[in-house]
Every structure is written in C-alpha cells, then in structure tokens.
C-alpha cells in the first residue's frame, strides 16, 4: 500500500534524480558550448578552403595564381 509517507519519499527521490540530471545536462552544454567558442588546433587540416582557380593560357593547368606546372611557357 501507498502511504503519504512514501508518496513523498518517492517524490522527492524523483526530483532529486531530476535535479542530477539537469545538472548533468548542463554540465554537457557548457562543454559543447565551449567547445565551439574555441577554436580547435588542427582544424583546417583536414578542411579544404575553396580557392579560385585560373586556368593557364598556355597549358591549360589549373593554379591558383602563376602557372608552376614544370616547362609552362607561361612564367607570370
Ligand atoms: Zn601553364
């Protein structure tokens, strides 16, 4: 049988788990926030910035600025 005794006590158990796992939950945003916020070393590593490409007049190479494909006739 319920009694109001253990109604309570069960209650307040529930909150009490409640409370723990809202603080846990915070716990794992604060971190994930922070997580964000700062930058991460080695990020770009495996991240490639888009780059505008030219193509070279000469040999048809694509580069990001001066042709360097060895034996271009293009040098700028
Ligand atoms: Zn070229």
Do not use: Y
Request: net charge positive.
């Amino acid at each position: 049988m319920f009694t109001p005794q253990k109604i309570i006590v069960l209650a307040i158990t529930l909150v009490a788990v409640w409370l723990v796992w809202r603080v846990i939950e915070r716990r794992n945003a604060a971190k994930v926030g922070k997580d964000q916020a700062s930058p991460k070393m080695g990020q770009k590593a495996g991240h490639e910035e888009p780059v505008d490409l030219v193509q070279c007049s000469q040999c048809g190479n694509w580069t990001e600025g001066p042709c360097n494909r060895p034996g271009c006739l293009n040098k700028g």
